[in-house]
């Protein structure tokens, strides 16, 4: 194996590096325009600490304003009763694979990872229920929708696997 290149590579970074420094004092409008870059770099800084600041306030805001119980759906009775209403849209958040391999009557599969491209098949003015394979999905899911403004979400934290193991029946398609 040659190291020859990458100390080629190496030499010449310095070179390069060295050759900036000095041309910089030999060169005043250069020189100046680095100079004029700094505060320009500090306003930047500034703001976007600010937005840093906004972002975590934002999401302290969202964070405090999750109430007790965090939009879940705790059983698979209390699933089966909101699913009474024929308003209520079931979400299976897993990968399609999954999905077709068993899930819950009704549900439509929409992946988590394409939630936001399918906004427009998620009412905001009937029940939605979001559920995946443990609830982890599920949860982000929730969450997610709540912080695009979605007040009518929840999720079904027993997940597929609570479903299946009540004995429940699985739809397959």
């Known amino acids: 194996m040659s190291f ?24 005043p409008i250069l020189a100046a325009n680095l100079i004029e870059t700094e505060p320009i770099f500090q306003e930047k800084m500034q703001t976007m600490s600010e937005k840093t600041v906004n972002l975590e306030s ?17 059983n698979v009775e209390g699933l089966k009763s909101l699913l009474e209403n024929p308003q209520t849209l079931l ?35 009937h029940p939605v229920v ?20 979605y007040e009518n979400v929840q999720g079904f934290p027993p997940s597929f696997a609570g479903w299946k193991n009540a004995g429940e029946a699985i739809a397959s398609s």
């Not at 934002?58 to 705790?74: E, H, N, Q």
């Open 130 to 149: 979001l559920y995946c394979s443990t609830g982890y999905r599920s949860a982000m899911g929730v969450m997610t929708l709540h912080l695009l403004g």
């Open 4 to 27: 020859k290149k990458p100390i080629q590579t190496i030499l010449l970074g310095f070179s390069l590096c060295f050759g900036l420094l000095v041309g910089i004092g030999k060169n």
């Open 58 to 74: 934002g999401v302290d805001r969202f964070l405090t304003s999750i109430p007790a119980g965090y939009y879940t759906i705790a």
């Open 91 to 125: 979400v299976d958040v897993r990968e399609p694979s999954e999905y077709r391999s068993g899930h819950i009557a009704n549900a439509i599969d929409i992946p988590l990872r394409t939630l936001t491209h399918n906004l427009d098949r998620i009412p905001r003015d």
